[in-house]
C-alpha cells in the first residue's frame, strides 16, 4: 500500500506529467476555426438546433453589428413579463401554471391548472422509505449533489423507467417537477443533522400548497411562512424555470436524451451542470461580494467609496482575487435582464418590511456604478446591465432561505425547463449530439515497453 505522503507526491508528479503532454497552444483554436464554448466570434451562439420551447432576446444583428436592446424572455412565445404582471396583479401563484405552458406547449383552463395543480401535490410524497434509504443513510455536505444521487436512485423505484413514449416521459416529467421541492428539503435537513449536528426535523408535503408554499414549508423547521414571502419565492421559481436550450445545463439534458437514455440520468446530468460554480452557483457569489463590500466600504451611500471599492475588486486588489463584479453582465442580455428587472421591482416592499432597505439601496448602487468602473479600468465601452443573480441572493436572504439551497432552489425551478427541452428532443430530435473536436497532435511511432 502507498502511505498518503508518496500517494500526494506520485499525483503531483503524475499532474506535471499531464501538463507537459497536454497543452494545446492557444493559436490553434484560432487557426482551426474553432468556436470556443460554442460561441461564435462575435458572442453569438454556434447554432445547434431549433426549438419552441423559450427565447432569449438581448440584442439585435444589424449588419454584422450587435446592437443593444431591451432584454425579453418568452416561455412558448408569451413574455415572462405578462406573465409575472398578471399573476402578481391577481395575487395568485403562477409556477404551477408556467410548469404547464413549458412542458405541454400552451396555456391551461383553469380547470386544466386546477387538475394539474392537483395532480403536482399527490405526487409531492416520496417514495415509501426512499428518504430513510437514498438520502439518510448517505448523507452528503452538498445539497446538490445529493439532489443528483437522487434524481438517479428513483430509476429504481419506477417500473418503466426505461420507456421513451412520450406518455411515459411526460409522466417521469411530472413527477420530477413534483418531487424536487421535497428532495431538497430532506437533504438539507439530513445535512444539518450530521453535519451541524443539528436535530432532525422532516416534514411531510401538504398537497394542497403550491410549490413556493411546500418548499418553504418543508425547508424551515417550524414550517412557517407568510404569503407575501410565499409570492416572491413563486416569483423566483417563475423567473428561473426556463432559459432556452443554449445554457449548459439544459444543453446537457439534451446531450443525453439525443443519446436515448432515460429522463433520470439526462435529468441529473442537468443537475450536476447547475452545481457548477459557472453556472447555477453565481448568486452565491454575488452573496459574498456583497459581505465582503460590507465590510470594507465605510459608507455604503457615498458613490464615491463604493466606486473606487468597485475599481480595486476589477483589478483583483479587493474581494475574491477574480477580478468580476458578480451580478453585472450577461451572454446575451445588453441593456437590461427583464428577470432582474421583475426581482428589483417586486423585492423592495419585503426588502422595507424586513430591514434590508440599505442593503437594496447599496445592491442598486452597484447596478449603477459598476458599468461605470468597468469601462475606465478596461478600457472599453461595452454596455452591461444586472443579471438576475444580483438581486435573487438578496431575495433568498430575505427569505431566510440558506445559502446551501440557493442552487438547489435553482434546480427546483429549471427542472421545468429541462424536461421541456428532452420532450422536444424526444419527439423532434432524432440524431445524437455529436460535434467534432479536430485532432492536433502528430503521429508517433508506438515504442515496445523494453526500448523506452
Known sequence: MIAFGQWDSYLSTLCEEFRNENKIPAELYDNQNVKRGLRNADGTGVVAGV???????????????????????????????????????????????????????RLPTKEELDKFRMLLGSLRKLPVNFTEDMIIKAPSNNVMNKLARATLALYSYDDNADDLTLKN???????????????????????????????????????????AENTLMLMRQNGEYTDEEAKLLDLCLVLHAEHSGGNNSTFACRVLTSAGTDTYSAASAAVGSLKAPKHGGANIAVKRMFQDIMENVENWDDDDQVFSYLKRILRKEAG????????????????????????????????????FDRRMALIERVERLAPAAMAEERGQNKVICANVDLYSGLVYEMLDIPEELYTPLFAVSRITGWIAHRLEELENGGRIIRPAYKPVRRRIPYIPLEER
Open 169 to 211: 416521459n411526460i409522466r417521469q416529467g411530472i413527477e420530477l417537477v413534483a418531487r424536487f421541492p421535497t428532495i431538497i428539503s430532506h437533504a438539507y435537513q439530513v445535512k444539518k443533522h450530521y453535519y451541524n449536528n443539528e436535530s432532525l426535523v422532516l416534514h411531510y408535503p401538504k398537497p394542497e400548497l403550491s410549490t
Open 320 to 355: 475574491d482575487g477574480s477580478g468580476l463584479i458578480y451580478g453585472m453582465g450577461h451572454a446575451i442580455y445588453t441593456l437590461s435582464d427583464p428577470r432582474a428587472v421583475q426581482l428589483k421591482k417586486y423585492a423592495r416592499s419585503l426588502a422595507e418590511a424586513k430591514g
Open 51 to 105: 426549438s419552441m420551447i423559450g427565447n432569449v432576446h438581448g440584442y439585435v444583428m444589424n449588419e454584422g453589428e450587435r446592437i443593444p436592446d431591451e432584454g425579453r424572455l418568452t416561455y412558448r412565445g408569451i413574455s415572462v413579463t405578462d406573465m409575472v404582471e398578471s399573476y402578481r396583479a391577481e395575487n395568485r401563484f403562477g409556477f404551477e401554471e408556467t410548469a404547464f405552458l413549458l412542458l405541454i406547449g
